[in-house]
């Protein structure tokens, strides 16, 4: 079964601190891609990265970095010293190669972060 | 460059009727998906449409239907509406068809509420 697994519902936290989004993922799919999207308030979801499984570079961008761990099926994302914009729900989704765009999204992790 | 547009923003049908919700991607796009939210499922894949054709279809029951338009323009149709089909409907974008990599872009949604 393809899955994906986002344990933490929702998180707190105070301007400034860094945050951890955790994801877990299933698939027997050797090659396949991940994905992090944003969705605030307002509805629509925003892109924030993929990653293909071969490629296991993790990167920083700005404040967001990756970390993605075949060894143990995980794709983190963190927030450095977060703020008050980044409050939204944060989802993580697997793409089985040959899938076409049907993702599947973990259940989300909504952010709070307030001032 | 304008957005995904989704209209109308939010709609109220009662058990037994259908509605048909309507997708602009964005200019150059030609792939359009179509995913249902809920609070207790999630964000589930409904199907993809590329070139006027429907090319990936996710476990959903043939009361959900769409099509897409020679100008990519897309519209879903939910027929004999159910109390369970309340859902935020999201649409995306992609400038390929297929292709498990793609970036999606999505729209702000169309709330359906069935009473």
């Known amino acids: 079964a393809q899955k994906v697994t986002q344990a933490q519902t929702e998180i707190s936290v105070v301007e400034k601190e860094d945050v951890t989004l955790d994801c877990v993922y299933e698939t027997r799919d050797t090659t396949y891609y991940l994905f992090w999207y944003k969705q605030p308030p307002s509805g629509e979801l925003v892109f924030l990265i993929r990653r293909n499984s071969f490629d296991e570079q993790n990167e920083i961008s700005g404040r967001y970095s990756w970390n993605f761990q075949k060894s143990t099926s995980s794709f983190n994302f963190t927030i450095t010293a977060s703020q008050v914009v980044d409050s939204a729900v944060y989802f993580c989704a697997l793409n089985p190669n040959h899938a076409g765009t049907a993702l599947i999204f973990g259940k989300g992790t909504t952010l709070s972060v307030s001032s | 460059k304008a957005g995904v547009t989704q209209t109308p923003r939010y709609l109220i049908k009662t058990r037994g009727q259908q509605v048909t919700l309507s997708c602009s991607p964005i200019s150059g796009h030609r792939s359009v998906s179509w995913y249902q939210q809920t609070p207790g499922q999630g964000l589930q894949f409904l199907f993809e449409?590329?070139?006027?054709?429907?090319?990936n279809k996710g476990n959903f029951p043939g009361r959900f239907s769409g099509r897409q338009f020679s100008n990519s323009r897309s519209e879903m149709n939910v027929s004999t509406l159910e109390l369970g089909d309340s859902a935020l409907y999201l649409c995306a974008s992609s400038l390929v068809q297929g292709a498990s990599n793609e970036k999606l872009f999505f729209g702000s949604g169309t709330q359906l509420s069935v009473l």
């Open positions: 449409y590329f070139s006027e054709t429907q090319r």
